[in-house]
């Protein structure tokens, strides 16, 4: 099993950059899938960005182009960098993650929408971009 804490959340106004990091605790990461997901209140959780355990990465279509997502396995870290921010990423900003990643990734495509299966979850930071 892993913890899970995030940070590096803020505020920013539109078009400004975030880097969200997620740092882990307890086993190794490196055969885990891992993930970013955002929530605000009364809305869904909604699945950000994904990378497998081999480094290939999917995003949400509202974000492809302006985030990225990378991760350290001998850190054990997980981060989200987020260009050209927008009103509407506001949100609280959860890392998660699971194995095997295979339940989640093939062909170097992740699920983004199995995001409520994943096991491990940090308590989120607050991003809120004004316009």
């Known amino acids: 099993q892993v913890q899970l804490v995030e940070s590096g959340g803020g505020s920013v106004q539109a078009g400004g950059s975030l880097r969200l990091s997620c740092a882990a605790s307890g086993d190794t990461i490196n055969d885990y899938c891992m993930g970013w997901f955002r929530q605000t209140p009364g809305k869904e959780r909604e699945g950000v960005a994904i990378?497998?355990?081999?480094?290939?990465?999917t995003y949400a279509d509202s974000v492809k182009g302006r985030f990225t997502i990378s991760r350290d396995n001998a850190k054990k870290t997980l981060s989200l960098q987020m260009n050209s921010l927008k009103p509407e990423d506001t949100a609280t900003y959860y890392c998660a993650a699971d194995w095997p990643c295979v339940s989640y990734c093939s062909g170097g495509y992740c699920y983004l929408g199995d995001y409520y299966r994943m096991v491990y979850w940090g308590k989120g930071t607050l991003v809120n971009i004004s316009s």
């Open positions: 990378i497998d355990n081999n480094g290939d990465t």
